[in-house]
Each structure stands twice: as structure tokens, then as C-alpha cells.
């Protein structure tokens, strides 16, 4: 199942979803939320699970129910906490394990992933398609320029690699920033 | 273009697109020039960053997807909870201010009630109080604490401090029946209480068990169970079997306050509450802490037992006999086969007052519990 989500497998999370998202909606509504926020923070803890299952030292001590029910417990007081709207009496329906830190981790991962997505979305078209086509889709040069109306892949080549100069220098100086 | 042609180089490095020779000369210039070394590590950096989102992109995306499927088949339900979920919400979020008006509403009908029942009903219903003081408020438990603490550091060098610390709620009077530490109580003070302590004039306090408890006389026993407590002998007072007579004076010692308070009367009647016969009435001063003193007449001997007074008279207290402590003696022989000796010699007779009460005193003492 793991595996699964870790190759992003459609078949594996729906399974998960199945098994525990009306848990975690039950924990989310009962304590303050509405169906949406249950929405956000299953995502959000499906994403930590992901993070979990994609590094290899990864072992899981206990069941993904257990698990995902203490991210999403510790990640719904932290927003809690954020809006003031802390409930100490918060109630538990479910085995907890500490997360603490992996929660730290993810939230600076998404910091990264905020910034990398900022970042990507400030240098502005074609760059961003050309990037992204080239990086994420892992298209080849050819294929690109045929795409992007190109005459040839080395000018695809070279438009990419100022578009990449472009997104580091953006992406760096704002890393640079946030340490 | 030179940067061009290293990025190039780096991903096709890191896909592992290159020949074992270029591999090897690309890692030889690596060695070789720091700076190109640095652009290097740079570069996969955000290339991993650049994966990582691109992961999290796609996930997010599946999850949506998934998600809406879900949704659509209906197994999830964002609509079912939304008026529930509302209404939890509000409660949860309203719940504190809810509870204050709840309290105050409270509040204002008990007060209204009592107002009520204080001003319209004051007929000439005859009611009466038990004579506990349960009021022992804050102030009080913190003079005390202070007390102790005084005491605790002036007598900690001679006396080791085995002194029980426990809050009391309440505060009664009870007295010696014989010097192993037997004390004798109301049964209305120890009925209710979870733990009792007595101290004595000296402030020592010590832990008692109640070994007979009469709610019809309103007698109780008490016996020190601390293993701190020392028997006490001399008792100077006794218990007649007779009956005592009209206008005959009495006086008492008690604890309607932390310091021991004494108190003068008369006999009134030789009957009690709705023509009790196995109590007397007396007019005398007394106040909630009372419980449990000991009636004494002139020539010292204990006649009685304060207990209650008339709520809504003035001066009207009823003691219970002292015969009943007889009967008291007898069912706790009886029951727990200890052997209670009241003390046969009288030592007070012929004193004055004065002297009567500061031998009186060491043989009263503070009931607390809770």
C-alpha cells in the first residue's frame, strides 16, 4: 500500500481514502472544523505519509490508520492554535503516536515547495511550460521544441537553459532569504 | 555558453545518461576545480527541490482526483456534516458563554428563591440547625496554614513535625471520655466526613476514626487512631446518671472559632426539640462549631452534650443528656469490645471558674474533617 502511494498509485489512495478519511473527518468536526478543513488536513497528512513511504529508512511502526490520525490530530491543533481557536479538551477517538517531528519536517518541505512554486510562477510564460515540460515531464528536447514551436532542439536547448538561469538565480536568492 | 555546456553535463550526469569515460573525466574536473564543484552540488540541489515539487504536485493532484471520485460515488460526504458540523461548531465556540448564563440564571433563581422563601414565609415553623461550622472559608485554612508553619519552624528542632496536613471543612467541638482517646462528638459532625482529625489546645493535631455513631441521640465516638497521640490522664470532670435540674447554670467550652471559646447559660427545660426527653434544652450562646461541647454545671460535671439549635429563635439549645453516653459506652463495649472507662473523680468542684476552665481547657477539643 505504501509503495503505492509512494509511486502515486490512484488505486492505492483511493484505498486509503476509503479506509479513513470519514474518521478523520468525524475527529475534524467534532473538534471545531468543518468538513472542508477535514478536506485540507487529510491531504496535508496524506502528502507527510508520501514524504515518509518515498525515503527509503522508512518503517512503519504502526497501522497507516494510526498514523495518519495522529498527523492529522497534530496538524488540526497546530491550525487550531494559529486561529486561536484552541480547544485544550480536544477530543481523542483514535491511538495517537508522536509525529512531532516529522510535522516539523513537512512544514519546512512545504515552505520549499511554496517557495519552488512561487518561484516557478514568477519567471513568467514560456519559461514556466518550458521548465516544467523539460523537468517535470520529462519531455526530450525534440518533443519540446516540436511542442513550443522551436525550429530546432539546440535553440529549444538554449532558450531552456536561460529560463533555468533565470529560476535559479530567483529561487536561490529567495532561499537565501527565508534560511 | 561554457555553463550552458556544465548544466548539460550535470544532467546528464545525474540521469546517468553518460559513457563510463566521460563519467570519469566529468568526475576528475570535478576534483579538480572547486568552483565548478560548488555549481555542481548547486545545481542537483535544485533539481532536487525541482523533483520533489514536481512529486507533490502530482500527488496533490491524484489526491484531488481520487477525492472528487469519492465524492461523486458518494462515499465521502462533505454536504451530510456541514449542518452538524455547524452546530458543533457553534456550541463548542459559545459553550464557555453558555455556561456563564446558565450560571448566572442559576444564581439569580436560587437567590430569588431564598429571598422568596425568607420573606414570605416567615412563620413561626420552628427549625433547627445542627451546630457544625462547615463555613471554614479560605482565609481561615490559610491562617491556619500560617499557624502551622509558625509552629512547624519554633518547634521543629524539639519536636520532629509528624502534624497531619489536610484540608477541613468543617469544625466541631468534642471532648475526652478517657484519657486513651476517646472523644466524645455529635454523631451529625463525623456522619459525613471522609476523615477526621483532632487538635488539641496545643494545636497538635491527630487522625480519629469514629468507633460509634448514634444519628438518633446525635451521639458519636471518637477514637485517636494516630500513634502520636499519648494518653492523657485526669480528666476532671464526671458524668452523672441523674437528671439535671431547671435554671440549674452551666457554661461550656467549644470552637464555633479557632480559638477555644467559652460560653454561659442555664438549663431551661428538661426536655429538648418537640418534647425530646433524651435531651435538654438550654439557653446559652453558641454558634456553628459548638457541635460536640461538653454541658457542664457548676460542680463540674458534664450534664450534657451541645447538638443543635433553634433556627429561628433566639437562645434555644438543645444538649443531649449525658445518661445517653452511658448507652453510647455500652453498645460500643458491645460491638467493638472496647472498653471505655469514664473517669470517676472530680476535680473541679469547689473551684472558681477560672481555675475550673484552664483545667478544662487541655480536655476539649477541635473536631475537623472532611
Known sequence: MLEGLAANDSNAIETIYRENYTTIQAFIVKNNGYPDDAKDIFQEAMIVLFEKAKSSSFVLTCQIKTYLYSVCRRLWLKKLQKQNRYNPSIEM????????????????????????????????????????????HKKTMPEIADAFGYTNADNAKTQKYKCLVRLKKIFFAQYKNTD | MEEN????????????????QEKAFFEELRKNNSDIDQIVVDHNFFLDELEKMSEIKAL????????????????????????????????????????VAACIAGIVSISTATFVSKYSEKKNVSQITPLVDNKLNQFEHKLNQIEHKLNDASASAAVPAVKPKFEANFRATGFLADGRGYIITNAHVVDNAKNLVVENKKGEQFFAKAVYSNPITDLAILKITDTSFRKVSGLPYTFPKSSAELAEPIFTLGYPREEVVYGEGYLSAKSGYFGDTA??????????????????NKNGEVIGIISSKETNADGVVFAIKSK?????????????ADTIKLSSSNSLKGLSRVQQIKKLEDFVYKVKGN
Not at chain 1, 518541505?109 to 516544467?132: A, H, Q, Y
Not at chain 2, 545525474?14 to 559513457?19: A, F, L, P, T
Open chain 2, 5 to 20: 555546456l556544465l548544466l548539460d553535463a550535470i544532467e546528464r550526469y545525474r540521469n546517468g545518461e553518460m559513457d563510463d
Open chain 2, 60 to 99: 496533490k493532484h491524484t489526491l484531488n482526483e481520487v477525492e472528487s471520485k469519492l465524492v461523486n460515488e458518494g462515499v465521502i460526504s462533505h454536504k451530510e456534516g456541514k449542518l452538524q458540523a455547524k452546530l458543533v461548531y457553534l456550541w463548542n465556540r459559545s459553550k464557555r458563554t453558555i455556561a
Open chain 1, 93 to 136: 477517538i483514535e491511538e495517537t503516536i508522536p509525529v512531532e517531528d516529522e510535522i516539523e519536517l513537512h512544514q519546512k518541505r512545504n515552505e520549499d515547495f511554496i517557495l519552488m512554486e512561487n518561484t516557478l510562477s514568477k519567471i513568467g510564460e514560456p519559461c514556466k511550460s518550458l521548465l516544467e515540460a523539460f523537468y517535470i
Open chain 2, 324 to 336: 445517653n453516653i452511658y448507652d453510647a459506652l455500652r453498645a460500643v463495649k458491645k460491638d467493638k
Open chain 2, 279 to 296: 435531651s435538654y434544652q438550654i439557653s446559652i450562646s453558641v454558634n456553628p462549631g459548638n457541635s460536640g461541647g461538653p454541658v457542664i
